[in-house]
């Protein structure tokens, strides 16, 4: 629970820096107007505007630079093309929302490629180091050649730039150093990283420097010219705002680029010219990549034949789904304070002149209001797109379109409504990504996103009041409409936009609370019993163990079946109920254990689901495979049956014979089968197992049927028999029998159940998982997989996992994968651990075995 507040404390600590950087711009610019910005705007030849675009495309053909040498820094080879994909989506979106989503695209691209969670974390680590070194090698160089004049305000704070020049270089000669003497890789707590040569390092650190001169050039140009500042001292200042951002982790540096640019800068140029330029930087660099980027993988949605997109996003985890819903969210959200401020800032007098001949004065002052109830909307919207939800799609579609009209009818805002226009068009094609039906009142916000929404309706509250600073404040204002008041439409709309925000922050608080789990109550096994028999999967019988808790929908029709083992909220199987309800109870259920700073963890679901999984940020690990033969051409006849044949043939001559028990009389016999387990226990020398793997339990075993072999009337094996709804499936589940039962009873025991399944109509017989089968072992794939094959082919001495796999194969199953969906990356072990432990009832069932 500590770290989940340390890592909220960060956002808060990022709006607190972010609202000081705002008093700071306030006191630098109070002797300016906001016209003066505008008209520095205007002043930009089209020249350096379009040496800023060559540059920025420079900038991000170098980011891709950063992938290329952290792929080599883990040893693994891929494509260009999607090496470049994943550094121009992950860098677009990184550059102007922050880190945490650069990581997340990151994660979600490589993983579907075949990287490991840790492989992927070393790339981000190993990306973040040598920004870092670029930070400092050209910092350190520009502060020695170069020092800036360090401005009063923080002058008796702040160390010298010569002396930071000498650290910086000092802590760059001294790595170096490090990476050419040390061999043996470095532990920082329980990670290990192994230290590339010097050479490598060299030339990693050359392409942060580009990157980092590039990225000064950009705003170097569109600063007016300077004769009292070179062009060294203004990448100094870049160096600075940089690391000014990263330390306060605010996204983009929002305010805190601007804040460090017009401290150096005032004594030089007026502060509208500095802030002008800045935000026609942030529109080239950080703007137009995100819109770009948005819009390719628009395209490409729209492009793809949904049949075979689902195909391929299910099998094989194809990224665009997985990207889009985040894209989607993020250019919704900036839709949202495209709105905020131009509801913030004066209109064009012209236009509004213009518009006052065609529409009333109450359409333009009612557009304007709503346009900004629109843009917090967008704002709170965007957070339903990132977390799927199907009434997100419908409303930000409406919304975004509303924008737009409210765009033209406030003041003729063209341009803003071209940009809305786009985001839509965007959106359109991709419905069928937001399939979770809840509330966004019931969805848990984080703590980032909330400080984001904060930071966002901060600032357009600080450009409405410099925007309108010569206008002397008074009451009347508020009730003041006419054609030039632009302070009174402010005044109205932040008032609507912060009420709506305070409205829907009491709504969030009113919600229902999550409730800690508890053993299930009678009516709820009720309902359980009822969803399970009318199931057509056989494992959901799992449920009736009575070692899982249930979490129920809301419909009560659908329930996930857990257990929880320290840290690990482990749910069996892919949740019981109709498909439709499926997605989101699993994301409630992630929710809850987030909630209970827990980790999600599914075990042993198949791929039907596979993309929700990824939505959730889990990773998937193959287990292996499933055997399901297929009864209606399931037969003893030829030569691929012929040792079924013989060891059915075998059983009849030593009279024995197959029975299948009804349940109704299953109670009678549990005392006699009672002998049989425990004999069988006795000669394996193994303990009851649960969770995952059934046990005798006279409550559990009277629910079903069982099918028995007789030897000259007594029982020699048993098995009890799940049986699926609408005649789906059978599976059998407590397999046991006599230490003096003839060798291949249990053979005998399943073609017998397959026959008599065939001839009662039922479609499938579960033979159950082969573990560590169909496990690819290549240089590509996961370090799970090729480990896994490994044990698979060598592990003969611990488990007989070819010999299983064998097993079954003398039935003609059809094998479907499972896998495990969980957090991944270190704690992996931990996970595993905690699912041993359920699994075997603790640590004397796992010493066990």
């Not at 003497?181 to 420097?209: D, G, M, Q, Y």
């Not at 996961?782 to 796999?805: A, I, T």
């Not at 704690?827 to 796992?846: D, E, H, M, Q």
Request: net charge positive; glycine share 8%.
């Amino acid at each position: 629970m500590e770290n989940k507040f340390l890592r909220n404390l960060s956002p808060l600590f990022g709006v607190l820096l972010f609202a000081a950087a705002l008093y700071v711009l306030r006191y630098e610019l109070k002797e300016y107007h906001y016209h003066d910005v505008l008209h520095q705007l205007k002043k930009i030849p089209v020249s350096h505007l379009l040496i800023a675009l060559l540059l920025t495309v420079l900038s991000y053909l170098v980011l891709i630079g950063y992938e290329f040498v952290a792929l080599r820094y883990v040893r693994y080879q891929l494509e260009y093309n999607k090496l470049a994909t994943a550094g121009f989506i992950g860098y677009a979106f990184g550059n102007g929302v922050g880190a945490p989503i650069h990581a997340a695209i990151r994660y979600r691209l490589y993983s579907t490629w075949g990287l490991s969670a840790i492989d992927i974390t070393k790339m981000v680590a190993f990306c973040g180091l040598i920004y870092w070194l670029g930070i400092f090698t050209i910092g350190g160089i520009v502060f020695l050649l170069e020092p800036l004049e360090i401005p009063a305000l923080i002058r008796r704070r702040f160390v010298s730039e010569p002396h930071l020049g000498i650290l910086f270089l000092v802590f760059i000669t001294g790595f170096l150093l490090f990476s050419a003497l040390r061999k043996k890789p470095l532990k920082i707590l329980k990670w290990e990283f192994s230290i590339p040569s010097l050479k490598f390092f060299l030339s990693s650190t050359v392409i942060a420097c580009l990157d980092v001169i590039l990225n000064g050039s950009v705003l170097y140009v569109l600063l007016p010219s300077m004769e009292k500042l070179s062009y060294p001292e203004i990448l100094g200042i870049f160096v600075l705002s940089q690391i000014a951002t990263l330390i306060s982790q605010v996204p983009g540096g929002l305010g805190i680029i601007e804040t460090t640019f017009i401290l150096f800068l005032s004594p030089a140029l007026p502060a509208s010219s500095i802030l002008g330029s800045l935000l026609v930087f942030r529109g080239i660099y950080y703007l137009l990549p995100i819109c770009f980027a948005t819009v390719l993988l628009g395209i490409h949605e729209l492009l793809q034949r949904k049949e075979a997109f689902r195909l391929l996003a299910r099998i094989s985890g194809q990224w665009t789904p997985e990207i889009v819903p985040t894209a989607l969210s993020i250019i919704s959200f900036i839709g949202g304070a495209i709105l905020l401020f131009s509801g913030a800032t004066p209109a064009i007098n012209t236009r509004m002149v213009w518009l006052k001949e065609l529409l009333p004065l109450p359409v333009m002052e009612i557009s304007h209001f709503l346009g900004s109830i629109v843009g917090v909307l967008l704002l709170l919207l965007s957070w339903g797109l990132q977390r799927r939800l199907n009434a997100a799609y419908p409303l930000t579609a409406a919304l975004l379109f509303a924008g737009i009209v409210f765009s033209l009818l406030k003041g003729f805002d063209y341009e803003e409504a071209a940009i809305l226009a786009i985001m839509l068009v965007a959106l359109l094609p991709s419905r069928r990504l937001f399939y979770r039906k809840t509330s966004l009142i019931n969805e848990p916000f984080t703590i980032r996103w909330i400080s984001t929404i904060v930071i966002v309706i901060l600032c357009s509250i600080w450009l409405g009041f410099f925007s309108y600073k010569h206008v002397a404040y008074s009451d009347e204002l508020w009730w003041h409409f006419g054609l030039p008041g632009n302070a009174p439409r402010f005044l109205r709309a932040t008032a609507g936009v912060v009420t709506l925000a305070f409205f829907f922050a009491v709504l969030k608080l009113l919600r229902p609370a999550f409730s800690k789990p508890s053993l299930p109550l009678v009516a709820d096994l009720e309902i359980v019993h009822a969803i399970v028999k009318n199931s057509k999967k056989t494992y959901a019988n799992f449920a009736l163990l009575g070692d899982k808790l249930f979490l129920l929908n809301e419909r009560r029709n659908a329930f996930i079946m857990y257990a929880i083992n320290g840290r690990s909220w482990i749910a069996l199987g892919d949740p019981v109920g109709p498909e439709n309800e499926i997605p989101e109870l699993i994301w409630k259920f992630h929710e809850i254990c987030d909630r209970h700073n827990g980790w999600t963890v599914f075990y042993e679901v198949n791929r039907r689901n596979l993309p929700v999984y990824i939505d959730l940020g889990l990773t998937l690990l193959k287990l292996g495979e499933e055997a399901r033969v297929p009864l209606t051409t399931f037969s003893l006849e030829g030569s691929t049956r012929k040792g079924l044949r013989h060891t059915c043939n075998r059983f009849e001559r030593d009279d024995c014979t197959f029975e299948l028990i009804p349940t109704t009389t299953v109670p009678t016999l549990l005392p006699e089968l009672k002998l049989i387990s425990d004999a069988w226990l006795l000669k394996k020398n193994i303990t009851e197992k649960g969770f995952s793997i059934g046990f005798f339990n006279t409550e559990y075993l009277k629910h079903y049927p069982a099918g028995i072999v007789r030897k000259k009337g007594k029982i020699i094996a048993f098995v009890n028999l799940w049986l699926s709804s609408e005649k789906e499936e059978i599976s059998g589940d407590l397999m046991r029998y006599l230490p003096d039962a003839p060798n291949g009873v249990m053979e005998y025991l399943f073609v017998q159940l397959m026959l008599w399944g065939k001839q009662e109509g039922y479609k499938w017989f579960n033979l159950g998982m082969a573990p560590l089968s169909g496990l690819e072992e290549h240089a590509l794939t996961p370090l799970w997989n090729r480990l896994g094959s490994l044990v698979f082919r060598h592990g003969e001495h611990f488990y007989n996992f070819q010999g299983l796999r064998r097993y079954k194969e003398k039935f003609g199953p059809e094998w479907e994968p499972k896998y495990l969906a969980s957090p991944g990356g270190l704690i992996l072990p931990r996970i595993l651990t905690n699912l041993a432990f359920l699994i075997f009832r603790g640590t004397k069932g796992v010493v066990a075995i």
